[in-house]
């Protein structure tokens, strides 16, 4: 089974500056998906950025870049320029690419980083 | 078009009772997980449906259930509850097609077994 470690329960930040959350995760597979998820208190859970193990290039979603290690297994995310509406929780999760059509796809997540945004 | 749509918001139980919540995916999206939150951790997978038939099951007991209707809604059933049980579950869909296999999540219903 895969296991996916948020080392940092909380990280503070100041505005405008930048900041680096870290992922690690532990897998057999080659192929899989990689996700950053962020929770505001409203509870809603917002896709970040997502990141396909085969492609080498790293995503980019306007302020939001990571740094994927896929031999180290990290997957950091890195948000830069931060605003005081980045502050919510932060989850990392792992999808198993091993469905054809028939298997489950569900999301194994880590216990999360609380961001803080200091004005 | 619309996100992904849970209900009750909050609900309120005992420990014994039965509970039945629900979701509508995004139009378009035929496959559903149910996901459980624990206050402080990330939330865990209970159940996947795609096409109305069950295709993957996390770690949780019997007492779990659910199914898929033909309009692709869910219902996530719990039997004889526990304080445990006590929650935010989260329902996400995906599209399952050709590589749309992100998962939208919706605002969750909050469950408190008393």
């Known amino acids: 089974a895969q296991t996916v470690t948020q080392s940092q329960p909380e990280m503070s930040v100041q505005e405008a500056e930048t900041v680096t959350l870290s992922c690690t995760y532990d897998t057999s597979e080659s192929d899989y998906y990689l996700f950053w998820y962020k929770q505001p208190p409203s509870r809603q859970m917002i896709l970040v950025i997502r990141?396909?193990?085969?492609?080498?290039q790293n995503a980019t979603e306007n302020r939001f870049s990571v740094n994927f290690q896929k031999a180290a297994k990290s997957f950091s995310l890195k948000i830069s320029d931060s605003q005081l509406g980045d502050a919510a929780m932060y989850f990392c999760a792992y999808r198993s690419l091993l469905y054809s059509g028939g298997g489950a796809d569900g999301l194994t997540f880590g216990k999360g980083t609380h961001l803080i945004i200091q004005p | 078009d619309a996100g992904v749509t849970q209900s009750p918001t909050h609900l309120i139980k005992t420990r014994g009772q039965h509970v039945t919540l629900r979701c509508s995916p995004i139009s378009g999206h035929k496959s559903v997980s149910w996901y459980q939150q624990v206050l402080g951790q990330g939330p865990q997978f209970i159940f996947q449906?795609?096409?109305?038939?069950?295709?993957g099951r996390g770690n949780f007991p019997d007492r779990f259930s659910a199914r898929q209707f033909p309009n692709y809604s869910s219902e996530l059933n719990v039997n004889a509850l526990l304080l445990g049980d006590s929650a935010l579950y989260l329902c996400?869909?995906?599209?399952?097609?050709?590589?749309?296999?992100?998962?939208?999540f919706g605002p969750g219903t909050r469950l408190t077994v008393l």
């Open positions: 449906y795609y096409e109305k038939e069950e295709r």
């Open positions: 990141q396909e193990a085969y492609k080498q």
């Open positions: 996400a869909s995906t599209h399952r097609d050709r590589g749309q296999d992100t998962q939208y």
